[in-house]
């Protein structure tokens, strides 16, 4: 069963860039047919989809989000990226990694935009 973990800083000053990372285990980001995937949940509101990418290296992000975000992958260390510039307190939220369908989570990462 495919396994996520996120890392990164639990706080951000505002307009800093948000790097985050997954690793992933007893699964291979490059073969698994995954739509491996950043969501967020800002407190209070619902899921967020942010973006994906999937096994053969392709990338889709939420247009509304676009412009500020980047996925990537690490195919050695088996790990999915997010990058989100210029974060705003609005951006605070727990940011969790999936792999899917079927459905696989990671615990989330609380993410905290304040000065």
């Known amino acids: 069963q495919v396994q996520l973990q996120e890392s990164g800083p639990g706080l951000v000053r505002p307009s800093q860039t948000l790097s985050l990372t997954c690793t992933v285990s007893?699964?291979?980001?490059?073969?698994?047919?995954?739509?491996w995937s950043w969501i967020r949940q800002p407190p209070g509101k619902g899921l967020e989809w942010i973006g994906y990418?999937?096994?053969?290296?392709?990338?889709y992000r939420s247009p509304s989000l676009k412009s500020r975000t980047s996925i990537s992958r690490d195919n050695a260390k088996n790990t999915l990226s997010l990058q989100m510039n210029n974060l705003q307190p609005e951006d605070t939220a727990v940011y969790y990694c999936?792999?899917?369908?079927?459905?696989?989570w990671g615990q989330g990462t609380q993410v905290t935009v304040s000065s």
């Open positions: 999936y792999a899917g369908p079927p459905d696989y």
């Open positions: 990418i999937n096994y053969g290296g392709s990338t």
């Open positions: 007893a699964g291979s980001i490059t073969t698994n047919y995954y739509y």
